[in-house]
């Protein structure tokens, strides 16, 4: 079963290069490597950022989003650095300081 669906999202995948090179050269007057594209993130980048700039048709900017999705790999986010605090900085109160909770009101305790 996950081999079928391999199978059919290479299939799928490779439909959308074809159909995107003819609209490419339909389109704009020129060709797309699709070997590089596939291969090459740089290369990939680059035309697909070039195509999209000079692309007047919905239907071939819609196909230069879904190529994208397809060939360039998603960077991981990157997460902000957390400050580390050291405790040598907090205040000498905050350390002693008993943390009251009054939810259940002054019996709590």
Aim: aromatic letters at 4%.
């Amino acid at each position: 079963m996950e081999s079928a669906k391999a199978m059919d999202k290479t299939l799928e995948t490779a439909q959308l290069l074809a159909r995107f090179k003819l609209q490419v050269k339909r389109s704009l007057g020129e060709s797309v490597d699709l070997e590089r594209l596939t291969r090459e993130p740089a290369y990939a980048k680059r035309r697909l950022s070039e195509i999209e700039h000079a692309a007047e048709d919905e239907g071939l900017l819609v196909m230069v989003l879904r190529i994208r999705d397809a060939v360039l790999p998603v960077p991981a986010p990157v997460a902000p650095p957390v400050p580390v605090s050291s405790p040598a900085t907090e205040p000498a109160a905050a350390k002693t300081r008993e943390i009251r909770s009054y939810v259940m009101g002054a019996r709590s305790w």
